[in-house]
């Protein structure tokens, strides 16, 4: 529960480095073009599109946080119409819709669309290392631990690591489990984190 308290913290962080700084984004990866003209009518078009993107996924996803009957159906409309960070948030919250529900065929469902959509390295590693858990829980162990070569970046060793030693203990090789728990130690994770793998080794021990 530590675990994926702090994997929600991050999801938060991003979604807040986004709704700040996403129209700063996408003006940077048109600068390179912007001699080629057309750029005022770009700016005005796409930061129109983002803010109408927010609004819409803050109302659809609210709407899913206060179990309204139509809130599921909204969220994957939106998830499916916005092939942008805002349709991978949609498709993220859909995830953890259906693991509450344990549907966790449908949770693999958003978070490989969530996975195709992601381009930003810190949201693409989210949602492989919430796909590799759920993938687990279906006993997709193999699948599980190619998901998770996915994960990138070293502020994701922990996690990965963390992740990778449950797959690894739930299909028996208690070994490797141990290997990975000790790698996620040694990259010098959160003290909480810290805590939940010193505390797998520990009963990896016993």
């Known amino acids: 529960m530590e675990v994926y308290t702090t994997e929600n913290e991050q999801v938060d962080a991003v979604r807040r480095f986004f709704a700040e700084n996403g129209k700063a984004l996408a003006i940077g990866v048109v600068l390179g073009i912007a001699a080629l003209g057309g750029w005022r009518y770009w700016q005005s078009h796409e930061s129109t599109a983002m803010a109408d993107s927010s609004v819409a996924f803050q109302q659809a ?40 529900a344990k549907d ?44 998770l070569d996915g994960v990138k970046g070293e502020g994701w060793i922990a996690l990965q690591q963390d992740v990778r030693g ?9 070994k490797g489990a141990r290997e990975a728990f000790s790698k996620g130690l040694d990259s010098k994770p959160s003290q909480t984190l810290q805590n939940v793998l010193r505390m797998k080794l520990n009963n990896l021990s016993s």
């Open 61 to 100: 996803n609210q709407a899913v946080t206060d179990k309204k009957a139509q809130g599921v159906e909204d969220l994957e409309k939106f998830a499916q119409s916005n092939k942008n960070n805002y349709g991978v948030f949609a498709s993220l919250q859909l995830a953890d819709h259906f693991v509450e």
């Open 104 to 147: 966790f065929a449908n949770a693999e469902k958003q978070l490989v669309a969530a996975q195709s959509q992601a381009k930003e390295e810190n949201l693409l590693s989210l949602v492989s290392l919430r796909l590799a858990r759920v993938q687990s829980q279906q006993k997709k162990f193999d699948d599980a631990l190619k998901t």
């Open 166 to 174: 449950d797959v690894l203990l739930a299909k028996g090789d208690a």
